[in-house]
């Protein structure tokens, strides 16, 4: 088991650079970028934006004898800078690193991601790291608790219907399932503003935010309150998508063990049917769907939350990376790619290990990463 976890970390190396490699390629041939964003902001109010531009207007003043040929050629690499002084623009390449070609900033980025140093966001005058954990725990929060409540909605029920394969109720609860798989998180968080936070109907729950505006003046009990009156609504739009795929999951995988030749020997030994459920078929059909908790908790923190946070404006990770993607905030969108890769990866591995712990029979050892 320790040569498989060390192939394994070793492999993290090479599949985190080609994941770098890929969406650094991906933004840079993307139009626009953080100087096209400067130059509108320029635009649109000069006094406010060139105040955060290196160099003074006396050094703009000396305008070189082929002011107009780099004018055009400036203009000609970024949307908006015709009639702009090309010592701006030479000031903006410099701010945000774009004076050095592609492979240059490139290997800068990744030897500063291996000392975890993501640098400071271009457009909130705070690092990545600082800004990372101030919004984590908005994040954290609403992954762990739907994470939670999906699996203890899911698993009860998926045993339940593979008990009662072909009743009533595995039918019209299949009817549900699917209603809940085929509408999609955001849609369904739009439903719920519209009809308990004030929308047209009801007005039971608030609409934004995490915390009310005097949560300083509560008291801890009615913080706690305060905290899960605001959780509901989000909580249930994520929840609504992810229960059926894991109900499903955890019905197909009961009735798979159900039908094995070693339940069959149990039931004709005289055991009850909870022993020969809960004693024999529980460890084994549970094994795929417990060990995949790692990977589903990081799947809703880092990739369900997105447009909910964005509904209900919560401040979390998901807004964060919609913002710095909208506003090409490169340290953001790159730095947060880097790490939560890279958490990623290490709970897939965490996920393989949960196998062995669940079920020792397994051997990774005896197969090639």
Not at 309 to 334: C, H, K, Q, T
């Amino acid at each position: 088991m320790l040569a498989y976890i060390v192939r394994r970390l070793l492999l993290i190396l090479p599949t985190l650079f080609g994941i770098m490699v890929i969406n650094f390629v991906i933004v840079q041939a993307a139009p626009g970028g953080p100087v096209e964003r400067m130059i509108a902001e320029i635009r649109g109010t000069a006094v406010d934006a060139t105040a955060r531009i290196t160099g003074s207007q006396s050094e703009q003043a000396q305008a070189p004898t082929n002011l107009q040929n780099r004018e055009s050629d400036a203009a000609s690499r970024y949307r908006g800078a015709r009639g702009l002084p090309p010592e701006l623009i030479a000031d903006l390449e410099r701010q945000f690193g774009f004076d050095k070609p592609p492979l240059e900033r490139f290997t800068q980025m990744i030897g500063n991601y291996i000392v975890f140093d993501f640098g400071d966001s271009f457009f909130r005058n705070r690092s990545v790291v600082d800004l990372v954990l101030e919004k984590m725990p908005v994040s954290i929060s609403l992954g762990l608790w739907t994470t939670l409540l999906v699996y203890l909605i899911s698993i009860p029920l998926g045993i339940r219907k593979a008990v009662r394969d072909g009743s009533a109720f595995d039918i019209w609860s299949s009817a549900v399932v699917i209603i809940g798989y085929a509408i999609p998180g955001f849609l369904f968080a739009i439903l719920l503003v519209v009809l308990f936070a004030g929308g047209s109907f009801l007005d039971w729950f608030p609409l934004r935010g995490l915390t009310s505006s005097n949560w300083d003046e509560l008291s801890w009990t009615q913080k706690i309150g305060d905290y899960f009156w605001h959780m509901v609504l989000p909580i249930s739009a994520m929840v609504i998508g992810g229960f059926a795929s894991l109900t499903m999951l955890t019905k197909n995988s009961f009735l798979e063990e159900i039908n094995k030749q070693y339940v069959i020997t149990a039931r004709a030994k005289g055991l009850t049917e909870n022993r020969v459920l809960y004693g024999h078929v529980f460890r084994n059909a549970m094994l795929i769907v417990v060990a995949g908790f790692p990977s589903a908790f990081i799947g809703v923190l880092f990739t369900g939350s997105l447009l909910i946070e964005v509904i209900f404006s919560l401040d979390g990770l998901g807004l964060l990376g919609f913002e710095a993607a909208i506003n090409r905030d490169y340290p953001i969108m790159f730095g947060t790619l880097y790490f939560f890769t890279l958490l990623g990866l290490l709970l897939n591995l965490l996920g393989d290990l949960m196998y062995v712990f669940i079920d020792p029979r397994i051997d990774f050892e005896s197969r090639e990463v």
